[in-house]
């Protein structure tokens, strides 16, 4: 069980420390060069500035969520989106 242990947490420092570039596609990428831009954005404004339309900026923001390099601020209409 040790063993299975190290090599598990061997795994999540290798993803961690992957450049978060190599797991995006171009659009993905996009969204999050903008990201770093700004403060905050809500997604209208990044698709604005993207020029990329409304439900690929949310599944992007989603697995740039999951990839904790983007956290969540606020809910529902006013919920603003800015890189950790």
Sequence with gaps: MDILL???????????????????SPKQLSIWN??????????????RETKIGKPTVLQAINRLIKLKKVER?????????RKL
């Design 6 to 24: 190290q090599q598990s947490e061997m795994a999540i420092k290798l993803i961690e420390s992957e450049d978060v570039e190599k797991l995006l």
């Design 34 to 47: 903008y990201l770093q831009k700004v403060p905050e954005a809500t997604p209208l404004e990044i698709g």
């Design 73 to 81: 601020i606020g809910m529902g209409s006013g919920t603003r989106y």
